[in-house]
């Protein structure tokens, strides 16, 4: 079984994506930055649209402070390697998966759009992160990817864990696998660029 598939995902990122990453290495930790800022505003406006739901709201708490710990990190390595904060761009594979979220009508299929968008983000996010810390130069990125590696892997599961709790698991289940559907179509779609996490 390939590492892809442990994660669900069904598409592996083009093997060149690493090659373009570590030349493109200011670019590519501003938008590392980026998404881990907002990661935890995303949590954020996860527990002030569900503070009915305790578990969820418990769960997330603490990731919030990781991820803005972790953008605290990126910005650290880029101030050691002299480099700095570019403008924050537009994502172009958050984005899309957007465009194809249920937004209205049934509350639970809002819910469980919303939780497994972001368990898809961490997916790819913890696949892309394995390939820069298998694949970069630097024994210290190298390092500093794993890490971030096996954060990302635990991220996934709390969010497929939280549908599970709200939904029942065949409908996860069965949304699930259209969404995985939905994500290789938009990776196929995208260029493959060095200076972005997606």
């Known amino acids: 079984m390939s590492k892809v598939s442990i994660l ?6 083009d093997p060149r994506w690493v090659n373009l990453a570590e030349i493109s290495l200011e670019e590519v930790l501003t938008d590392h930055a980026f998404c881990e800022q907002k990661a935890a505003t995303s949590c954020i406006s996860l527990i002030q649209r569900y503070p009915d739901k305790s578990m969820l709201v418990e769960e997330l708490a603490p990731i919030v402070t990781e991820e803005w710990g972790h953008f ?8 050691k390697r002299g480099y700095t904060l570019g403008k924050q761009r537009k994502d172009a594979y958050v984005n899309a998966l957007m465009l194809h979220q249920n937004k209205g009508g049934d509350p639970a299929s809002v819910l469980l759009d919303r939780l497994l968008i972001f368990a898809l983000i961490e997916a790819r996010s913890c696949e892309r992160f394995r390939l820069l810390s298998e694949g970069l130069e630097d024994d210290y990125l190298r390092e ?5 590696m096996i954060s990302e892997a635990g991220h996934y599961r709390l969010f497929i864990d939280l549908a599970n709790e709200y939904l029942p698991e065949d409908k996860v289940k069965t949304r699930w696998a259209e969404w995985l559907k939905i994500e290789a179509e938009i990776i196929t779609g995208l260029e493959v660029r060095g200076d972005r996490m997606h």
Request: no cysteine.
């Open 8 to 13: 669900g995902l069904q598409l592996p990122t």
């Open 72 to 79: 605290r990190q990126v910005l650290a390595e880029m101030k």
């Open 144 to 148: 500093f990817y794993r890490k971030f």
